[in-house]
């Protein structure tokens, strides 16, 4: 089993930044991919970015530019750095791990992220 706990979250202004984190334990194959996706009022769920355990990366169109995905891979742990957010940015970010194997996806509790005009 493998256990996300995120961290990170919470209310800016526009223009503002804010850093999300997500700690992952338990059973984590070696090729695997860390990521955050998020999830407005009323819509889908959404990829936001990705990052290999070999350091592969990819966003979101509407996220180019702005956000930047990071890991630490001795503490699998994964970062997302948020700059020029935008009331459109609102939504609850989920952390999730895929087995690149099997492609088993685990998912973190999410955090809220809001984002006033």
């Known amino acids: 089993q493998v256990r996300l706990v995120e961290s990170g979250g919470g209310l800016v202004q526009a223009g503002g930044s804010l850093r999300l984190s997500c700690a992952a334990s338990?059973?984590?194959?070696?090729?695997?991919?860390m990521g955050w996706y998020r999830q407005a009022p009323r819509k889908s769920r959404e990829l936001v970015a990705t990052?290999?355990?070999?350091?592969?990366?990819n966003y979101a169109d509407s996220v180019k530019g702005r956000f930047t995905i990071s890991r630490d891979n001795a503490k699998n742990t994964v970062y997302l750095q948020m700059n020029s957010l935008k009331p459109e940015d609102t939504a609850v970010y989920y952390c999730?791990?895929?087995?690149?194997?099997?492609?088993?996806?685990?998912w973190g509790q999410g955090t809220q992220v809001t984002v006033s005009s």
């Open positions: 338990g059973s984590i194959s070696r090729l695997n991919a």
């Open positions: 999730n791990v895929k087995n690149l194997i099997t492609t088993t996806m685990y």
């Open positions: 990052i290999t355990s070999g350091g592969s990366t």
